[in-house]
């Protein structure tokens, strides 16, 4: 098993750009889940998923957008990147439930100049 | 804005001792409490899940649980230098919210 893969790892951006940022888990998780971590910080809920056709915001949703076609994938879309959404972004999926685990990818390393 | 608090560090323990981490949280519906473990440049793995009162111990890792005092612990036994990274307390209700993590190293 591949477990939560993400693309790319790292990704230069200029001011104005727009990219998407690739998830993938083959657990058959229902929960998929977008957190960017800057440097020092704990992590912060950017979007979340319950389930296929179902998303809904977390803590820091401005600047982003999500979809959720199938269970499997989960990208997250930067819409006129700004300095601001430099960071580490990581993708989690758990089953849910009272003991959710999260299983994180290895996450995508964005720098916006 | 319900948060979860946790001392940034570095928290610095001698190998062989005990680490204690610590945890308080705001929302006291707060249903299941996490410990994961970041290593530098890594993601997040977690280490523990916790959801009623008390200890619950797995190997050299205990949590501890007081609702009451809405206070979630992390002891580490027989500290080894591989036990060196960023620990987050994750606290879930509705949704997941974490900690900004306490740095810990363990001195050879």
């Known amino acids: 098993n591949a477990g939560v893969t993400q693309t790319p790892k790292f990704r230069i951006l200029k001011i104005g750009q727009s990219m998407t940022l690739q998830c993938t888990q083959d657990m058959n998780h229902n929960y998929m889940y977008w957190y960017r971590q800057d440097p020092g910080m704990g992590l912060k809920l950017i979007y979340y998923?319950?389930?296929?056709?179902?998303?809904d915001k977390g803590e820091v949703p401005n600047g982003y957008n999500v979809s959720r076609s199938t269970t499997e994938d989960f990208p997250l879309r930067l819409e006129l990147a700004a300095p601001s959404q430099t960071s580490v972004y990581f993708c989690?999926?758990?089953?849910?439930?009272?003991?959710?685990?999260?299983?994180f990818g290895p996450g995508t390393r964005l720098l916006v100049l | 804005q319900k948060e979860v608090e946790q001392n940034s560090g570095p928290l610095s323990v001698p190998e062989g001792a005990i680490a204690s981490l610590n945890c308080t949280y705001s929302?006291?519906?707060?249903?299941?409490f996490f410990w994961y473990r970041q290593y530098s440049g890594k993601s997040p793995e977690l280490i523990m899940f916790?959801?009623?009162?008390g200890d619950k111990e797995d190997g050299r890792f205990t949590a501890q649980l007081n609702k009451a005092s809405q206070y979630v612990s992390l002891l580490i036994r027989v500290s080894q230098p591989s036990d060196s990274a960023t620990y987050l307390c994750?606290?879930?209700?509705?949704?997941?919210?974490f900690g900004k993590g306490t740095r810990l190293h363990i001195l050879p």
């Open positions: 916790i959801y009623s009162n």
């Open positions: 929302d006291r519906g707060s249903q299941s």
């Open positions: 994750a606290v879930r209700d509705d949704k997941i919210i």
């Open positions: 989690a999926s758990s089953d849910g439930g009272r003991q959710e685990t999260q299983y």
């Open positions: 998923s319950v389930g296929a056709g179902i998303t």
